[in-house]
């Protein structure tokens, strides 16, 4: 049971914008900033977005984040097959003084 | 190349015991806070432990605190993952990951490929 909650799964086709949730509590999401990594099959997770909305170098700007409270969204739009991974929140919690994830979404584009 | 890249991994029995390493390149290793974060097969990625840029400040989650050490040598750009007491529910790939910090915001900018830790008899 992950601190913060995704959806299991998400699917949109090509070129459509898809959304990915990610709820937590006032002592993680709602204090602290939300982190987005994305793990492509068989791979090792990768940042796909830092501080509730910023993009490293190199992630396109299909790529994009926002937090409102306790939850988050990452939203893909122009969907690509390249972009079909588990993507994962995650972010500081404060009682539990450490890091939480959530338990991660697996996008199919279709 | 800026790049992480761990070793260790493998098979040990219940109860035994493994050290992962992780070796660091590319970027001022000393500089960063660095991290070990487990993923079991087919499930999502689980924090495990922390340790201050300069060794001074450790963190570990409770699922693992008590069994498991993490220490670096900045002389060698190499973080560690002293694993005792192993159980089933250790085995995971593990991952090292460099933390960025300020007083704003943190994350994990750059990870590692991950080691494999199978625990069976």
């Known amino acids: 049971q992950s601190v913060l909650t995704q959806p299991p799964s998400a699917s949109e086709t090509p070129g459509q914008r898809v959304t990915i949730s990610c709820s937590g509590s006032?002592?993680?999401?709602?204090?602290?900033?939300v982190n987005w990594y994305q793990q492509l099959p068989g791979t090792a997770p990768k940042l796909l977005i830092y501080?509730?909305?910023q993009r490293p170098s190199g992630v396109p700007d299909r790529f994009s984040g926002s937090k409102s409270g306790t939850s988050a969204s990452l939203a893909i739009s122009g969907l690509q097959s390249e972009d079909e991974a588990d993507y994962y929140c995650?972010?500081?919690?404060?009682?539990?003084?450490?890091?939480?994830f959530g338990g991660g979404t697996k996008l199919t584009v279709l | 190349e800026v790049q992480l890249v761990e070793s260790g991994g493998g098979l040990v029995q219940p109860g035994g015991s493994l050290r992962l390493s992780c070796a660091a390149s590319?970027?001022?290793?000393?500089?960063?806070?660095m991290h070990w974060v487990r993923q079991a097969p087919g499930k999502g990625l689980e924090y495990v432990s922390a340790?201050?840029?300069?060794?001074?400040?450790?963190y570990y989650a409770k699922s693992v605190k008590g069994r498991f050490t993490i220490s670096r040598d900045n002389s060698k750009n190499t973080l560690y993952l002293q694993m005792g007491s192993l159980r089933a529910e250790d085995m995971a790939v593990y991952y090292c990951?460099?933390?960025?910090?300020?007083?704003?915001?943190?994350?994990?900018?750059?990870w590692g490929r991950g080691t494999l830790v199978t625990v069976s008899s």
């Open positions: 990951a460099r933390g960025r910090q300020t007083v704003t915001t943190r994350y994990f900018d750059l």
């Open positions: 590319g970027f001022t290793f000393s500089s960063y806070s």
């Open positions: 340790i201050s840029n300069n060794g001074g400040s450790t």
């Open positions: 006032s002592s993680n999401i709602g204090s602290n900033t």
């Open positions: 501080t509730n909305n």
């Open positions: 995650g972010a500081w919690d404060d009682s539990l003084n450490g890091w939480v």
